[in-house]
């Protein structure tokens, strides 16, 4: 019996077999769980197409995080297939790589930061809120981050994103958790996805954590960060909220 046999779960920010939800979505159904995944606009197509690996295959919601409408109606669309939600896995992000990522931090227009942050973090409130009526009791929202407790190279509005993403979950454990709702959030190692490749220089990570984690680090491997949200999405940590766990080959413990 796996680890998530009976829950239903909701994975949003798929749009290939790279991505960590993509990831999270295989090893959620594979430890019992009914999964539902979500994406938008033109990447919508491609998310349609590699659900179809999945096995059984997981309806595909339409929520662009920034679209008032989808939000209001995303508890609606998630009825048509499920009638709770015990998980939401956030995995979503997005800066403007020209603008808002790779060296350019001195001068980033406000816009480009207000979008960074809109996306990648006031999304985690407005995400868990639009599922909030389907959750109760038990339930558990995760989100992804990369440690943005420290500036890294390249990084930049994403990393200030990151440090509210990982604010906001703290703050989402203290209001939902009277409702006995955890937020978490999965602070992985660098990977090779789409997310990853839109950094300019972020192949220089490798480097850094080929160095530098103890454990070492795979920037393939998905599974580590995959089970480390499932962790967090299963009865497994039941008194543990706005907590970040670290899936980073031992990285963050060391000094140099
Ligand atoms: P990914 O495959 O590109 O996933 C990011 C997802 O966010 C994509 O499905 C993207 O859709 C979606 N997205 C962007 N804007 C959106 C919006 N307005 N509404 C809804 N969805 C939107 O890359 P990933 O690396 O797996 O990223 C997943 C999460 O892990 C992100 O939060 C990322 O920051 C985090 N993370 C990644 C790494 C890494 O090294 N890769 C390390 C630590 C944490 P489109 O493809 O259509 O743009």
């Excluded at 297939?81 to 406000?110: M, Q, R, Y």
């Excluded at 006031?122 to 990369?146: D, E, H, K, N, Q």
């Excluded at 190692?189 to 997310?195: D, R, Y």
Aim: with cysteine; net charge negative.
């Amino acid at each position: 019996m796996g680890i998530l046999e009976g829950k239903t779960v909701l994975v949003a920010g798929v749009t290939m077999n790279t991505s960590i939800g993509y990831r999270v979505a295989e090893l959620a159904a594979e430890q019992g769980a009914t999964v539902l995944v979500s994406n938008f606009g033109r990447a919508l197509s491609l998310t349609r197409r590699i659900v179809k690996r999945l096995d059984p295959e997981p309806p595909v919601i339409e929520l662009d995080v920034t679209n008032d409408e989808h939000l209001a109606g995303l508890a609606d669309q998630l009825r048509q297939h499920v009638d709770h939600l015990d998980g939401v896995v956030h995995s979503i992000a997005f800066a403007n790589p020209e603008t808002a990522l790779g060296g350019k931090f001195l001068t980033t227009p406000a816009e480009d930061v207000k979008t960074a942050i809109h996306v990648s973090a006031y999304s985690l409130v407005s995400l868990a809120m639009a599922c909030r009526p389907l959750m109760g009791r038990g339930g558990s929202i995760v989100g992804l981050t990369f440690d943005a407790r420290q500036s890294w190279p390249h990084y930049d509005w994403m990393g200030v994103a990151k440090s509210a993403l990982e604010s906001s979950s703290r703050y989402l454990a203290r209001y939902l958790g009277p409702d006995g709702i955890r937020s978490n959030v999965v602070a992985a190692g660098p990977l090779e996805t789409i997310a990853k490749k839109a950094i300019p220089g972020a192949q220089d990570f490798n480097d850094i954590w080929g160095t530098r984690a103890p454990l070492g680090w795979d920037e393939r491997d998905l599974d580590p960060t995959a089970k480390g949200v499932v962790a967090l999405l299963s009865d497994w940590l039941p008194a543990t909220s706005g907590e970040m766990l670290h899936v980073d080959g031992g990285l963050h413990s060391t000094g140099a």
